[in-house]
């Protein structure tokens, strides 16, 4: 019996909120993005498949997985300043980092043709599915520093409690960045996604 691989978006939000009034602080958003690979062996697709299903959930922490996308907030260098006697955002900066897990193959010489055009075409599916959450991750940090920049304290509370509806804000829309990556891989679980039907044909490969 086939058995198919589960994506999963991981999102680490870690918020880091510094408050200065340094006249050069300017608003932005920040990605990095960076690749981390797990080796597999074999010299069928099914011998691929159990080593994906195998190391696959140790590389990237969640069962099942075979590759992932994790994504980290951080939001520093918030400038302040008092208008109409509300604190308000004049600055702040948005960093993003995106850590793709992917398989890498090991050992393809010998191997079939089909066997490694199979493993190419699913491989490619594959990274197209990660830069797609990676998309998602990115329009989510554009509207993170668009809210930030909106919101204000009070002054009487030395612009404080900024701080912690910030972070209360902030992690609401986490959770709903956490609901639309699940979207996307519940679309990609379906038996008739690209993804699955290449996975399909990488199985059957020998």
Not at 36 to 45: D, I, M, N, S, W
Not at 58 to 70: D, P
Not at 80 to 105: F, H, I, M, Q, S
Not at 153 to 176: E, H, I, N, P, Y
Request: with cysteine; charged share 25%.
């Amino acid at each position: 019996m086939l058995r198919l691989f589960r994506f999963v978006a991981v999102v680490l939000f870690s918020a880091v909120v510094m408050f200065q009034g340094l006249p050069e602080a300017q608003a932005k958003i920040v990605i990095r993005e960076k690749i981390t690979y797990y080796p597999v062996r074999g010299r069928t697709g099914i011998d691929l498949g159990r080593a994906m299903v195998k190391s696959g959930p140790k590389a990237v922490h969640m069962r099942h997985a075979i590759a992932a996308t994790a994504t980290k907030f951080d939001f520093t260098d918030a400038k302040l300043a008092v208008e109409n006697g509300r604190c308000v955002v004049k600055d702040v900066t948005v960093k993003l980092t995106l850590t793709y897990y992917y398989p890498k193959w090991h050992g393809q010489s010998g191997t079939s043709t089909g066997l490694r055009r199979a493993w190419k075409a699913f491989y490619g599916e594959l990274v197209r599915h990660e830069k797609t959450h990676g998309r998602i991750a990115k329009k989510y940090a554009s509207r993170l520093e668009k809210e930030l920049k909106n919101m204000s304290g009070t002054v009487a509370f030395g612009c404080r409690d900024f701080g912690r509806w910030s972070l209360m804000r902030m992690k609401a829309m986490a959770a709903q960045l956490k609901i639309e990556q699940a979207a996307f891989d519940t679309r990609e679980d379906s038996k008739s996604s690209k993804i699955t039907r290449l996975q399909v044909v990488l199985l059957k490969s020998k």
